[in-house]
């Protein structure tokens, strides 16, 4: 399978006929514009609303731009970012607090309003801000730089949510901004965050440049994971589209770039090897790589034929054709990440134990399947998201199914996942994504076991009244004994309807020139504060 991969990819001469857009303007923009750090990241940037998307990139981009009210540190505490807070005695009244010296990138002052109308905006569309939202009496502005929200009943993951590290994260914008209607992008990319976007030399597919916020007021304490001081210490970061990894990592091996989020993992030997070269997992907590299928249409409409699909897939053929090195993976089969308080394997047990083809085709075969194509989208432009298509197009094959694959890149699939028409219409039945760990450990935060349908549920819209119900019970949970009993019913009750698959865990290092420092880890990385560059 790897070997038909490598088959497919563009030639090396060819990428970089392609990227010979980008390379030579890298000299003039360091000479022009003084100190800059260039960086593959691990897609490109088409989507800048970080809120209309919960693709990853476009929550890199919100890091640069925006900035939050509160987030996290590396012992997963609640710090303050943008605001600190009190909390009356009977824990229905949060009273947040602007700190001095915020300012949007237009120079206006920062508001009270313009946060309460980014949180509304925010947890419309969220899985966690739409739970909070559920115990929310009201959010209001009482003055200037005073946010107070008031709760029906208290509500121990609020602070968590609104100051979750990874996406989609509460990013704080102007209210003319987050007034904007959830299914439209924002028109324009004003924050107040560290970092300004370089519309006028955006070129979607090529090239994102950012350039340090001057009126920037950091935080003064150290910088740690999303939380503390986000100290700019470059005057421009821009982010080159590559996508064939060995012209990405010739450009990094011969100082052309600077950094690299994710290398193929073949290459990691000769990067290790290289002097001049950095080696390091910033994501400690790894990824989940997991199929979605949808649910409104045919064949994945009918649950029978989302267990013959799920009894088909076997998560080592996955990871091996994407990973290939044990060492980075893990076969898992819990919904809620190996290795964590939630986990369990409670109605994973087959893909546990490798899948079954047998009972697969039988079930296929019972379930009424009319041999309608399964559109699977395979993007083939990221690194972490090309192998997985690939190998459940020939699993779903194996078990009966037809398949029609199609080729596309993965910003394609982040707008083309949110249209709800029939697949002849340009619409899906299946794709695959990746998840930060720390993103999908509670039934909460992990959107793709809601069952919301058509109306505020994740992509795919699958309905499920009781997944929903459990969800509630979790929040109100006695105990951290009574959450796990609970999390294991929600995750069997999410195999049963086959809500969605996890496909297995996996670690992706990142690489850089050793003239880079000050590289924070963390499970939402890479960010450019606190990152210098030595000439």
């Not at 509670?442 to 009244?465: L, M, R, T, Y």
Request: overall charge neutral; some cysteine.
């Amino acid at each position: 399978m790897v070997q038909l991969m490598r088959r497919g990819r563009r030639s090396f001469a060819s990428i970089l006929a392609l990227s010979v857009v980008a390379l030579p303007a890298l000299a003039s923009s360091v000479l022009a514009a003084g100190k800059t750090i260039t960086a593959v990241m691990h897609s490109d940037l088409r989507i800048l609303d970080p809120i209309f998307t919960s693709a990853y990139i476009s929550r890199d981009h919100g890091y640069m731009v925006y900035d939050t009210l509160i987030t996290t540190d590396s012992n997963f505490k609640i710090q303050p970012q943008m605001a600190d807070w009190k909390i009356s005695d009977d824990k229905l009244t949060y009273t947040f607090t602007l700190r001095d010296g915020l300012k949007w990138h237009d120079g206006a002052s920062v508001t009270a309003e313009d946060c309460v109308a980014s949180l509304q905006r925010w947890a419309a569309v969220d899985g966690m801000g739409q739970q909070m939202m559920l115990f929310t009496a009201s959010i209001e502005a009482t003055d200037p730089k005073t946010i107070t929200l008031k709760l029906k009943e208290p509500y121990a993951l609020l602070l968590e949510s609104i100051g979750k590290p990874s996406s989609r994260v509460a990013f704080m914008m102007p209210k003319r901004l987050a007034e904007t209607p959830v299914d439209k992008q924002i028109p324009e990319q004003i924050g107040s965050g560290p970092f300004k976007f370089v519309q006028g030399e955006f070129q979607p597919g090529v090239k994102s440049v950012y350039i340090k916020n001057a009126d920037y007021v950091p935080r003064k304490e150290p910088a740690n994971w999303t939380a503390g001081g986000k100290v700019v210490k470059v005057d421009r970061v821009e982010w080159i589209t590559m996508p064939d990894a060995q012209t990405a990592l010739n450009a990094l091996q011969s100082g052309d770039i600077d950094f690299m989020e994710n290398p193929a993992f073949e290459m990691l030997p000769s990067i290790e090897a290289d002097k001049q070269l950095k080696l390091e997992t910033l994501n400690k907590f790894g990824f989940q790589t997991g199929a979605r299928m949808n649910f409104l249409h045919p064949p994945f409409d009918n649950v029978k034929v989302r267990r013959a699909a799920l009894l088909a897939v076997n998560q080592k053929d996955v990871l091996d054709a994407l990973i290939g090195n044990p060492k980075y993976y893990k076969a898992c089969a819990a919904i809620f990440i190996c290795d964590t308080p939630f986990a369990t394997e409670v109605g994973g047990e087959t893909l546990a134990k490798g899948g079954d083809m047998a009972a697969a085709r039988k079930a296929l075969a019972e379930s009424g399947y009319d041999g309608t194509p399964v559109v699977l989208m395979a993007p083939g432009d990221v690194l972490t998201l090309k192998a997985q298509p690939i190998v459940i197009a020939q699993q779903l094959r194996e078990a009966g199914f037809k398949v029609d694959l199609q080729a596309t890149d993965w910003q394609t699939v982040v707008s083309r996942r949110a249209s709800q028409k029939p697949p002849k219409e340009g619409g899906w039945n299946m794709f695959i994504t990746n998840w930060v760990s720390a993103d999908v450990v509670n039934p909460i935060s992990n959107v793709a076991v809601g069952g919301q349908g058509k109306k505020g549920g994740w992509f795919g819209w699958a309905e499920d009244a009781k997944v929903e119900q459990l969800k509630d019970a979790f929040v109100r949970a006695a105990s951290a004994e009574d959450q796990k009993k609970i999390a294991t019913e929600i995750q069997k009750e999410a195999y049963d309807q086959v809500l969605y698959m996890p496909l297995g865990q996996y670690q992706a290092p990142s690489a850089w020139r050793k003239s880079i420092s000050g590289v924070i880890d963390g499970p939402a990385t890479p960010v450019f504060w606190n990152m210098d560059k030595s000439e």
